[in-house]
């Protein structure tokens, strides 16, 4: 889905071991460029339930790629795909297209990097666009920003 709605891809049974378990699941739709996903874990005996965190995967033959929590608070989590070592640039914008935190550069290496943006916590609740960078590619992301 798109990391904020989900469905139901399956039903597994928990199994109580004291030494813990694995637990397997594969999906059968094909990964176009990126899936998430995250598990809702069922009381049965005390009839609540929460959520894991959530994960993204991408499909390693896909271009560059970028996630992010959303919506953020005090901090704002980019889970970043590259399909080789090189630098990406990140600002972020207002609603009004004025950038509220200025470019910044992470050099990553090949794969899926988690970066982290620290100093969103005093921007005003509201909309933001995130614009990352990676060679000649550009991705835009629309994000909220709670408080």
Same mark, same amino acid.
């Given at each position: 889905? !798109?990391?904020i709605?989900? &469905?139901r891809s399956a039903v597994i049974s928990a199994i109580? !071991?004291?030494d813990g378990a694995n637990y397997i699941f594969n999906d059968p739709e094909k990964i176009s460029s990126m899936?998430? &996903?995250r598990l809702e874990l069922v009381s049965m005996s005390a009839g609540d339930h %929460?959520?894991?965190k959530i994960i993204t995967l991408y499909n390693n033959h896909a271009l560059f790629k970028v996630s992010a929590v959303n919506p953020f608070k005090s901090d704002l989590k980019l889970d970043v795909f590259?399909?080789?070592e090189g630098q990406v640039e990140i600002t972020l914008y207002d609603a009004f297209g004025k950038p509220v935190v200025n470019k910044k550069s992470?050099?990553?290496? %090949?794969?899926?990097t988690v970066v982290t943006l620290d100093d969103v916590g005093i921007l005003p609740a509201g909309i933001y666009v995130l614009r990352t960078q990676f060679e000649n590619k550009t991705i835009q992301n629309k994000l909220f920003k709670v408080n």
């Open positions: 889905m !798109d990391g709605n989900f &469905y109580n !071991d004291i899936a998430y &996903y %929460k959520y894991s590259v399909p080789h992470f050099q990553l290496n %090949k794969g899926n």
